[in-house]
């Protein structure tokens, strides 16, 4: 299946982006990155780092205070977004909630069913076309969003923290999910987490962030490839990963003690 | 309204057959029981309640003998009700249409505002203060100008309903259609979406249960402001609605046949209160959780 293809230009390149917010809140400060198709890019750090601020950015939802935000193969605002909270439209069915993107786009709900139902199975939810987000648990409003995010096959999906408010059980399996689901899509994702585990399980490619000023202190890679089987969570690489990045995570959150 | 519980919820009281004894929670049992007794006293008790009052309103004027020309028994009023029913229909007939047309264009503006009020604050900021205005001024002390200014009677009396039914309807939405969830509206930048569009898949449909909210308030007082601008406008011939009945009555001492209009007018009002609920209940009963609660 698609594979990331280290060879070809990166679809997003971020260079040297500051974002200062009203009353000298200095959220990004020279943040740098390169996002190249197939990628799975976790962005990890602690609270107040900048991450949704750089995804936002990403996003267009606002301009960068200077610095660059490229996408050489064109494509721009080609996304697809998935928040921490489900997001879902409560009066629209599950169905009517995934054709969203189709919709704004002026295509009838039939011309977008098939493409619909497609999504809806890749995130194991066929059958719940015409629920209603309330009549759904946590974790399928999440698997909604998800399908909602992949259906127009977008060149960029944007994560941020979507399973922190779920519970461990279901997010375990939503991340087997979203890494199966990754493997059969070749979806490029910029996944945004608190999670050590959560970041080395899923992404090839981790950039661990530190607070103030908001900005990118260590890039690790992830050399295991994509489909992961089903012994990549219990296997020693998986193991010394997280440790990996567990203590650059400690770097970002006390550089004096490391002397960094 | 009740409502079949959901069965994921597992709320239904329904007892399953056949239960081992010692599995039963005695405490469970009787907040069942409790529950299915509030549900049938929330309708028996007001019914009750309102037959002993107007039973006690026959006693009171039997035991007492006091004349039909100070306080009627309520046998005398239906019985004014039934054989005033020509002249009392004609003009119900007439106060709904005023308080319907009122309505109708309370919702028109007051969401045709409330639209604008959202699309630029700067319109917001400029116009609420006169809605605030309109609002606070008691419409009896504004409905004696309105009857100088407009000719038309029925425009007059649709103008002072108007400006009493309106408000809700505006205040509501306004809040509405700025309470569409942040992210939702993020992502309708993040597809592009037009203003249109944002207004008609997002905004609306975040604002209906607040606009249905005001709709129900503005039902009761589509009726009030009909009803007080005609006692205002006094007697005015031609389209005379219940509160010319009820002025009319007053100065013939025909009480009865005040109280028959009287009645008329409660009753309207409990029906088109009703009414509006329904509609909110209908129009939110798959979604909105104010239409889920069982309570
Ligand atoms: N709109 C804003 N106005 C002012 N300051 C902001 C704004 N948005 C974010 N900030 C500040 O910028 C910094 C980075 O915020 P951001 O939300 O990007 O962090 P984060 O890494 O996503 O944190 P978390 O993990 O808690 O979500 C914080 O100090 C925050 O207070
Ligand atoms: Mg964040």
Redesign the pocket.
């Given at each position: 299946m698609a594979q990331p293809d280290t060879s070809t230009e990166p679809i997003l390149r971020l260079r040297q982006v500051d974002k200062t917010?009203?009353?000298n809140?200095v959220?990004l400060r020279g943040m740098s990155m390169e996002v190249r198709q197939g990628d799975f890019i976790s962005l990890l750090?602690p609270?107040?780092?900048?991450?949704?601020?750089?995804l936002r950015l990403i996003a267009g939802l606002m301009r960068a205070t200077h610095g660059r935000l490229d996408w050489p193969g064109g494509g721009e605002g080609d996304l697809g977004v998935v928040f921490q909270e489900p997001t879902l439209m409560p009066w629209a069915t599950v169905e009517r909630n995934v054709w969203l993107p189709f919709r704004l786009r002026r295509q009838s709900l039939a011309a977008s069913r098939q493409t619909i139902h497609e999504a809806l199975a890749l995130v194991g939810l066929e059958g719940f076309e015409k629920k209603y987000p309330r009549e759904l648990s946590g974790g399928m409003k999440m698997r909604v969003s998800i399908a909602r995010a992949l259906v127009t096959n977008p060149r960029l999906i944007l994560m941020d923290?979507p399973f922190a408010a779920l519970d461990e059980i279901t997010r375990q399996r939503l991340n087997d999910d979203l890494l199966s689901l990754k493997a059969k899509t070749g979806a490029t994702v910029i996944f945004?987490t608190?999670s050590v585990f959560e970041s080395v399980f899923l992404s090839n490619r981790i950039l661990v962030m530190a607070p103030r000023p908001?900005r990118v202190i260590e890039e690790i890679d992830v050399p295991e490839p994509y489909p992961r089987g089903d012994g990549w969570r219990n296997s020693h690489a998986y193991v010394e990963m997280a440790a990996r990045t567990s203590n650059a995570l400690q770097r970002a959150l006390h550089p004096e003690s490391e002397g960094v | 309204m009740a409502l079949a519980d959901d069965p994921r919820t597992g709320m239904n009281p329904a007892q399953p057959p056949a239960m081992d004894p010692s599995l039963i929670d005695p405490e469970e049992e009787r907040i069942a029981r409790a529950k299915r007794i509030e549900g049938t006293a929330k309708w028996l008790l007001p019914l009750v309640v309102m037959a002993l009052a107007v039973w006690l309103w026959d006693r009171v004027v039997a035991w007492n003998e006091i004349p039909h020309y100070v306080l009627p028994g309520p046998g005398l009023v239906v019985e004014t009700l039934w054989e005033d029913r020509a002249l009392l229909l004609g003009s119900l007939w007439i106060t709904l249409k005023i308080t319907f047309m009122a309505l109708a264009v309370a919702v028109i503006g007051g969401v045709g505002l409330a639209v604008l009020f959202a699309q630029s604050r700067f319109a917001e900021m400029s116009f609420s203060p006169f809605a605030v205005i309109l609002q606070v001024t008691p419409i009896v002390s504004i409905a004696p100008l309105i009857f100088i200014y407009i000719e038309n009677r029925l425009v007059g009396l649709l103008l002072c309903a108007w400006i009493v039914a309106f408000f809700p309807v505006l205040a509501n939405t306004t809040l509405g259609l700025k309470s569409a969830d942040h992210n939702l509206r993020d992502l309708m930048t993040i597809y592009r979406a037009t203003r249109w569009q944002r207004l008609i898949h997002l905004q609306l449909p975040s604002a209906l249960p607040y606009f249905l909210g005001g709709l129900k308030i503005a039902g009761g007082l589509a009726l009030i402001g009909a009803v007080v601008a005609e006692y205002v406008a006094g007697t005015g011939g031609i389209g005379s609605g219940l509160a010319f009945r009820i002025l009319e009555a007053g100065y013939r001492l025909n009480i009865p046949r005040m109280f028959a209009a009287l009645i008329l007018i409660a009753i309207t009002g409990v029906l088109i209160y009703g009414a509006t609920s329904l509609i909110a209940h209908l129009a939110l009963r798959r979604w909105h959780e104010s239409a889920l609660k069982r309570e």
């Open positions: 917010f009203a009353g809140i959220a750090g609270s107040g780092c900048g991450k949704s601020t750089a923290e945004v608190h908001g | -």
